[in-house]
């Protein structure tokens, strides 16, 4: 999966979900409020193997406090995340939670020189939690997800999931001594018997003479 621009070059939908609008901090430093939000997860929210189902709800705990140079941006995300268990293929379903803090600097302010591509902007009054999320949420999933710590995994000879086999489930040793036994018996065992119609000799001999020829 590509790694998305933090600062994508669209404009900010102001009515996409995780574009949150600041302008009733005032830019007054100092001044916050505190929200509760749920949103739709965007798609691809998630790593091969484990991820945010698209449209499930993102459960979001933010302060967002005005400061000098832009708004900071604190919170915490709760998402249910689906995926399959890495050895046994098990369905995963679990919640994951994950904090973060950015700071939103003002579009119109200079940053003091120290601007690089990394810094969030503020577009006008609206910031756009995505890059943030992806970054705390989707980063930080396991890339080989388990189904619990010491999942057994598969049994690799006939597949079964161990953790519902009998203990100690294994298989006789692949030794080629056996192997080539087996293949023996599979030569001595009685060919199947041949049809008992009591013919023997080779059939489809024509009786039908060839007529003579009168003359
Ligand atoms: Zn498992
Ligand atoms: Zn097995």
Redesign the pocket.
Known sequence: MPHESRNPLTRRDPNAPLVLDTRALGRQPGSSREEHLSVPAPENFGVEMVGVPEGAAIELDLRLEAVLEGVLVTGTATVPLQGE??????P?ASTFEADFQELFVYGDTRSGGNADDEELRLEGDLIDLEPVLRDAVVLALPLSP???ED???LCPDCGV?L?DAEPGHRHAAADPRWAALQDLAGDLAPAPPGRGDGSSGPRGSSDRREGKQEG
Do not use: E, Q
């Not at 268990?85 to 098990?90: A, F, G, I, M, T």
């Open positions: 268990c890495s050895r046994c293929l098990d995963i388990l189904c619990r999942c057994p995994g999931r953790a």
